[in-house]
T-cell receptor, first 112, second 114 residues
């Protein structure tokens, strides 16, 4: 059974620091991995999608890496801003039809 | 707005009442999913539709839960005889028929059972 873990559960950094968020999964047989952002009481916003054949994806200040063999993904957010405060969730796709298995998320607070 | 739309955003109901939620996916997406999220946890899969066919249901989806997607467009999720344990955020997502199966989520429906 696939299990997805995100450590740490919470993180607080001063504005301007780089953020490093970790995601690990137990079964390397994944189709893709997706990172999401969730604001309190809101839905999920897709940040980055990494296909199983890719090693990383970049979008603006965000960069996500994927190491399938070790079951790890890392989301880097450069030069953090208070507006980056949110919960970040990673999810792996283990079926061809699209069922996602989520981690519990990392709650990030960026202080001015 | 061309994103996934969910209605209502919030629902408060008394224990034992029935509730129904609606999800309108992105128009060209044939795959539709329902997830449930409780406080401090990641979303958990409930059910999946490809067009109008319900192809997968989680064991989390008890007999009190039913989902439909009658014409392969919008979907409804009904909970009968609600219990306090049903209180959660119910999220709908959709994906296109091809490509990387990227999931796009709606804003969710927050259910509170009192």
């Amino acid at each position: 059974k696939q299990e997805v873990t995100q450590i740490p559960a919470a993180l607080s950094v001063p504005e301007g620091e780089n953020l490093v968020l970790n995601c690990s999964f137990t079964d390397s047989a994944i189709y893709n991995l997706q990172w999401f952002r969730q604001d309190p009481g809101k839905g999920l916003t897709s940040l980055l999608l990494i296909q199983s054949s890719q090693r990383e994806q970049t979008s603006g200040r965000l960069n996500a890496s994927l190491d399938k063999s070790s079951g790890r993904s890392t989301l880097y957010i450069a030069a953090s801003q208070p507006g980056d405060s949110a919960t970040y969730l990673c999810a792996v796709l283990t079926d061809s039809w699209g069922k996602l298995q989520f981690g519990a998320g990392t709650q990030v607070v960026v202080t001015p | 707005d061309t994103g996934v739309s969910q209605d209502p955003r919030h629902k408060i109901t008394k224990r034992g009442q029935n509730v129904t939620f609606r999800c309108d996916p992105i128009s060209e997406h044939n795959r539709l999913y329902w997830y449930r999220q409780t406080l401090g946890q990641g979303p958990e899969f409930l059910t999946y539709f490809q067009n109008e066919a319900q192809l997968e249901k989680s064991r989390l989806l008890s007999d009190r839960f039913s989902a439909e997607r009658p014409k392969g467009s919008f979907s409804t999720l009904e909970i009968q005889r609600t219990e306090q344990g049903d209180s959660a955020m119910y999220l709908c997502a959709s994906s296109p028929p091809s490509g990387g199966i990227e999931a796009f989520f709606g804003q969710g429906t927050r259910l509170t059972v009192v």
